[in-house]
């Protein structure tokens, strides 16, 4: 499901790390390594190029926050993939890895354990590459070096991409998980659409993070 959002938004606190993409350049616990934990949901999410906070302020935060305020009864962790974040032609290579060895490990671990997957930017490359949908060619992106094993795939219970840059040129997540992702791209977005020029666009997915936990909520 993709979604273009028809309006700019403004985060000039983090300019920069957008500029750096664009130049190639319920019980909670809101651990951000939650690997030896059975929660009911485990949220993994990938910042963005340069992001700060410990999920990515832009889109990671206030994902987990608003999914939060939604689910009741469950029991909820998250998980900030650990990879390089920059521009180093390897970066994505690193994520797609790490995030596909933290769900392998979690799924073996916790055998009821559901998961969300949350990409922003280059980590929405991570995520895509680790569903098997390649981002080379793309922004920050790279060929895939590792997807989710087949037997754990279906406790993959919602994707959450945002600002995707595979879909600069035209794709997006494919096959199986297709149904069970949200793809949000807003308009202008310089990074994700297609004739998109504005860095401005790129920076307010947090606005967003209701509509993207309502969406994952649903599934779980």
Known sequence: MRLPIPRVRRRTGVLLAATM???GGA???????ASARCADVDVVVARGTGEPGPL???????????LQRRLTGVTVTSHAVD?????????PTEGNRALVNHVTGQAQSCPDQRFVLVGYSQGANVVGNSL???SAGAAVGGPVVATIPTAVQPRVAAVLVFGYPLR????????TFAARTLDICADRDVVCD?????VLAHLGYGDDAGRAATFAAARI
């Open 27 to 33: 019980v909670f616990a809101t651990s951000p390594a």
């Open 21 to 23: 993409l664009i130049t």
């Open 83 to 91: 990879y390089p974040a920059n521009t180093s032609p390897t970066s």
């Open 132 to 134: 098997g949908t390649s």
């Open 56 to 66: 990515g302020i832009i889109v990671g935060d206030p994902v987990f926050a608003a």
């Open 194 to 198: 297609r004739w998109g020029t504005s």
């Open 168 to 175: 600069k040129l035209g794709r997006g997540i494919e096959g």
